[in-house]
């Protein structure tokens, strides 16, 4: 069985960083591409970024191009999420997932998920 745990999550002050972690354990962690989303309270589940399964191919969600970087370590069977310049519409909930079909924007082509870990931006 998969199994996808975030770490790095935390408080932050706004223009600060943080980088999230992705360990993935249970499968072969490079045949399969990944993403990142996000879930503040009482909204939808949003997709942040993603990355294909050798990491040269990268995309992401206007609201973080510029600010975020998703990046891989196939060999640490780890998924990153730089995340400079933060703002307080970034607080949210981050998770990450592991992508089976296209259209890497809709949450429904992701099979396995972490728990998620918690991100507040301090203004």
């Known amino acids: 069985q998969v199994q996808l745990v975030e770490s790095g999550g935390g408080l932050v002050q706004a223009g600060g960083s943080l980088r999230l972690s992705c360990a993935a354990s249970?499968?072969?962690?490079?045949?399969?591409?990944m993403g990142w989303f996000r879930q503040a309270p009482g909204k939808a589940r949003d997709f942040v970024a993603a990355i294909s399964r050798s990491g040269g191919f990268t995309d992401y969600a206007d609201s973080v191009k510029g600010r975020f970087v998703i990046s891989r370590d196939n060999g640490k069977k780890t998924v990153y999420l730089q995340m400079n310049s933060l703002k307080a519409e970034d607080t949210a909930v981050y998770y990450c997932a592991r992508l089976l079909g296209s259209d890497y924007y809709n949450d429904h082509n992701y099979d396995y998920w972490g728990q998620g870990t918690q991100v507040t931006v301090s203004s």
């Open positions: 249970g499968g072969t962690f490079s045949t399969y591409r």
